[in-house]
């Protein structure tokens, strides 16, 4: 039985009418599940249209009005968390606990934006020349957009929608084709909460729908999540039709093994960072950087031993460590790329290819690959594989480590293992890279700090959730202010100063 899902305008489950769908499908058995309509030019600016007419009275709202819609929400995805988890784990392939994580980690930014009544206090100069006040307000820009990729289908779009409305503006959300179901339960849910509908308004689609949002003069400002060329074409457009814009993409995340670390704990991070999600993470710790031979020799070898026991099966096998890949194209391009490390000249130690689950032989599944002796000249190493396959890169010493994720072309995250303080300290000053873990695996901010990457991997100046979301949904009003009593006599021609 195949689904049909919808777009959500208005508050209302919005059939499609471009005739366009895209399959979604159920990665464990690679049968498609639903449909999901591609809105067209017309349906998109329609949903614009709504969502300009909505954010007006929206952004009238006091903000602990806004805020106490977002308290709700949090009350009511609480309430079915489970079942929330178990539809995205179906349409992603993610398992279930992961899943959970996912949904969990977007909660914390709603959290985070109810805070918004402190959020949204601006500053305030008394005196500032005589008889003058100058005082700052933060407020709403109107139509905001959001484009999400399918790897986070709760946590991005939270990420983006709830810092949005929170500071008074509409959204509209695009997610991803693949797995849309958990996005349009969450605006279903943002209804029941109290959000007015247009508030936050869902369109399913691909590229036409994008380059809507984009052209339309509407859409103030749009939040991108998703691979690097998409990101980077995005960004550039956007700031050619004269809009705000963020748009963050891939990865190739390094964790240097110091031959201090405590090497089981490094071990742990990088079986669970590396392969956890099947290694569809944007913070996947895709290349492992081992100082010295002999902590090379001895890394290896347990990484070796410990993929041996890692058990992959269905989204909902609770004793699975990862489960199926998003799609078929997503194995044939992992497939790909095992291939080409081997014609590179890294040494296989672990093959992944050709992996199946008994009883599962059309699902998505691939197997965890590890390369040693990978150098920097190759493309398995310069280029994001988004799967489960981990790559050594060997490194003589600290400066050589230090040098692998500084001159590498995506800046997401990177991480060190080591006992030293010192080395760590001066690691996180020097490496050119937007986020950094000290012996933590995959350093995503918590909610009230800013995560972005640099380089190839984000492009904008404001990052997500945290302070920068704030600024990022709001334009600053500066007001100077004086009274009669303040004002001199007789036109000035010169411009005030505060002498
Ligand atoms: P993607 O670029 O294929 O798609 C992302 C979004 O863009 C989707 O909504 C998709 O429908 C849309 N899209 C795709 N092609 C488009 C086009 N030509 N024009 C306009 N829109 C288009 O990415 P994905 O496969 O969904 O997600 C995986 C990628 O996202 C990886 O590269 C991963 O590293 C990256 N990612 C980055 C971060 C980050 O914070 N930096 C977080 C999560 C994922």
Request: net charge negative; with cysteine; glycine share 12%.
């Amino acid at each position: 039985m195949v689904r049909e899902l919808t777009h959500f305008i208005g508050g209302r489950h919005t059939p499609g009418t471009s005739g366009a769908y895209g399959d979604v499908y159920d990665p464990n058995t690679g049968a498609v599940q639903a449909r999901v309509p591609l809105a067209n030019r017309a349906e998109t600016e329609a949903a614009v249209a709504d969502a300009a007419e909505a954010q007006r009275e929206w952004g009238e709202w006091n903000p602990q009005r806004r805020a106490r819609v977002l308290l709700r929400f949090l009350r009511l995805v609480e309430g079915e968390k489970d079942s929330l988890a178990r539809l995205l784990s179906s349409e992603h392939g993610k398992t279930v606990p992961d899943a959970l994580g996912d949904i969990q980690r977007g909660l914390e930014v709603v959290e985070f934006a109810a805070g918004i009544p402190h959020l949204l206090k601006g500053d305030f100069s008394d005196n500032a020349g005589t008889g003058i006040d100058v005082h700052s307000l933060r407020r709403p820009i109107g139509v905001t957009a959001g484009i999400t990729p399918f790897n986070f289908p709760a946590m991005i779009p939270l990420w983006k929608a709830a810092p949005a409305i929170a500071c008074g503006n509409s959204f509209v959300l695009k997610p991803s084709e693949r797995d849309p179901s958990v996005p349009l339960r969450l605006a279903e849910l943002f209804l029941e909460a109290g959000l007015p509908p247009g508030v936050l308004n869902v369109v399913n689609g691909g590229k036409e729908t994008v380059d809507t949002l984009l052209e339309d003069p509407r859409v103030q400002a749009l939040g991108f999540v998703g691979s690097t060329p998409v990101a980077a074409r995005i960004y550039a457009t956007a700031a050619a039709h004269g809009k705000r814009a963020q748009c963050f993409g891939g990865a190739k995340n390094h964790l240097i093994v110091m031959p201090d670390a405590d090497l089981d704990q490094a071990v742990d991070a990088l079986i669970g960072a590396g392969y956890g999600s099947a290694g569809e993470r944007c913070m996947a710790i895709s290349v492992a950087v081992p100082v010295g031979e002999d902590t090379a020799d001895a890394l290896v070898a347990r990484l070796k031993e410990r993929i041996g026991t890692l058990r992959i099966g269905r989204s909902d096998d609770p004793d699975a460590d990862f489960g199926p890949l998003v799609g078929r194209d997503a194995v044939d391009r992992v497939t790909g790329y095992v291939d080409l490390g081997v014609e590179e000249g890294a040494e296989l130690v672990v093959d992944g290819r050709g992996f199946t689950l008994a009883g599962h032989e059309n699902g998505f599944f691939a197997g965890a690959s590890l390369f040693d002796r990978v150098t920097p000249d190759m493309r398995i190493h310069q280029e994001e594989i988004f799967g489960p396959v981990l790559s050594v890169v060997r490194a003589a010493d600290y400066e050589h480590a230090l040098r692998l994720p500084s001159e590498h072309a995506f800046g997401n995250g990177v991480a060190i293992f080591t006992r030293d303080g010192d080395t760590a300290r001066d690691f996180t000053r020097r490496v050119d890279t937007g986020m950094i873990g000290v012996n933590v695996p995959i350093p995503v901010p918590v909610a009230y700090h800013t995560f972005g990457g640099w380089k190839r991997s984000g492009f904008g100046d404001l990052g997500q959730h945290g302070p920068d979301a704030i600024r990022f949904y709001t334009r600053t009003k500066t007001v100077t202010s004086r009274w009669p009593s303040g004002v001199k006599e007789g036109a000035s021609f010169t411009i005030p100063t505060m002498g």
